[in-house]
Nanobody, 121 residues
């Protein structure tokens, strides 16, 4: 069984920073891409940032220059450093990973439970 557990969310004033972490645990053979998505109330879940196992990254236009995604492959962990936060960044942030649980199985997509980020004006 695989679990993705996020941490680091909270309440911060506009202009502040937060660092989110997500650890993947359980029966893991390999992890390809890992990423962060967010979902604001009444809106669809959207990609924030994504990083491949080789370190290639992509970002939503709304966070370019403010957010940085990174990963520690040895620890099966992905991070999201969020700077210059804005009230419109307020959302639940979800960790996502494409991984294999066995060399005999294909790659499947997994989600964490989410962590709330609230940015006050």
């Amino acid at each position: 069984q695989v679990q993705l557990v996020e941490s680091g969310g909270g309440l911060v004033q506009a202009g502040g920073s937060l660092r989110l972490s997500c650890v993947a645990s359980g029966s893991i053979f390999s992890i390809s891409a890992m990423g962060w998505y967010h979902q604001a109330p009444g809106k669809q879940r959207e990609l924030v940032a994504r990083i491949t196992s080789s370190g290639t990254t992509n970002y939503a236009d709304s966070v370019k220059g403010r957010f940085t995604i990174s990963r520690d492959n040895a620890k099966n962990t992905v991070y999201l450093q969020m700077n210059s936060l804005k009230p419109e960044d307020t959302a639940v942030y979800y960790c996502n990973a494409d991984l294999q649980t066995s060399i005999l199985r294909g790659t499947f997509n997994y989600w964490g439970q989410g962590t709330q980020v609230t940015v006050s004006s």
